[in-house]
C-alpha cells in the first residue's frame, strides 16, 4: 500500500469493524431481550466478519475492491442484524434507538477540543462507501460548526433512524448540539 493511500485504507478498515461490532452488539441485544434465540450465532454464520490486520483480510493486488467489499459486508451484516431483531415486533426499534444512544455515549471521548474534531471521531465509526464515492459532502467546517450532508443507500431502512440515535448520545456526552436540517444534512455545534 502506498503512503498516501495506506492510512486512508486503514481508517476504512477501523470503519468496517466499527459496524461490525455495533451489529454484533444489535444482535446480542436481541438474543439478550429474548426477541431472538440465535441472532448473533446467525449473523456470524450468515456473514462473518473479517478478523485480522487490513494486510490480512484484503488482496493486496485489488486493495480497493476488497475493502469495497468489507464495506458491503458490514453494512449487510448491520442490516440482518436490525431487520431479525425487530422482525417479530417493528416497536423493538425504540429500544434499539436507545441501545444506540449508549453506544454513541460510549464511542465519545471525555473531551474534544471542537466540533470538527469530533466530527472526525464521531465519522470513524460509521460508513458511508468508500471515500472515493463522495457519500460524506462538507457544507461548513469551523472549529465551532460543522455542516456535512450524506448520499448513499443504505441495506436497512432503519439505519437512519439508529444512526441519529447513536449521533445524539455521542454528542450529549460532549456537550454539542446536534440538529437534523434535512433528510441527510446535519449540523453540529457547540451547546450554547
Known amino acids: 500500500m502506498s503512503a498516501f493511500l ?16 455495533l ?4 444482535a446480542a441485544f436481541s438474543d439478550a431481550q429474548g426477541w431472538t434465540s440465535t441472532l448473533l450465532t446467525d449473523l ?11 494486510e490480512q483480510v484484503i488482496d ?3 486493495i480497493h475492491a476488497s475493502l469495497s467489499g468489507l464495506v458491503d459486508q458490514a453494512e449487510r451484516r448491520l442490516a440482518f442484524a436490525v431487520t431479525h431483531a425487530i422482525a417479530s415486533d417493528a416497536a423493538h426499534i425504540q429500544d434499539l434507538c436507545t441501545l444506540m444512544e449508549n453506544q454513541g ?13 469530533a466530527w472526525q471521531t464521531m465519522d470513524t465509526y460509521w460508513l458511508d462507501g468508500m471515500p ?10 469551523e472549529p465551532d460548526e460543522v455542516i456535512w450532508s450524506v448520499h448513499g443507500q443504505h ?23 446536534l440538529e437534523q436540517l434535512n433528510d441527510n444534512t446535519f449540523r ?3 451547546e450554547d
Not at 495506506?6 to 461490532?21: D, F, T
Open 105 to 117: 455515549a460510549q464511542a465519545a471521548p471525555q473531551t474534544t477540543e471542537s466540533c470538527v474534531a
Open 23 to 26: 451489529a454484533d452488539t444489535i
Open 60 to 62: 493486496l493486488s485489488q
Open 155 to 177: 441495506p436497512t431502512p432503519d439505519y437512519w433512524t439508529l444512526r441519529i440515535h447513536w449521533m445524539q448520545g455521542f454528542c450529549t456526552k460532549l456537550h454539542l448540539r
Open 132 to 141: 472515493c464515492d463522495g457519500g460524506v459532502q462538507f457544507l461548513q467546517t
Open 188 to 190: 453540529l455545534t457547540q
Open 6 to 21: 495506506g492510512p486512508i485504507h486503514a481508517r476504512m478498515y477501523g470503519k468496517v469493524q466499527a459496524v461490525n461490532a
Open 44 to 54: 456470524r454464520a450468515s456473514l462473518p466478519a473479517p478478523s485480522g490486520t487490513l
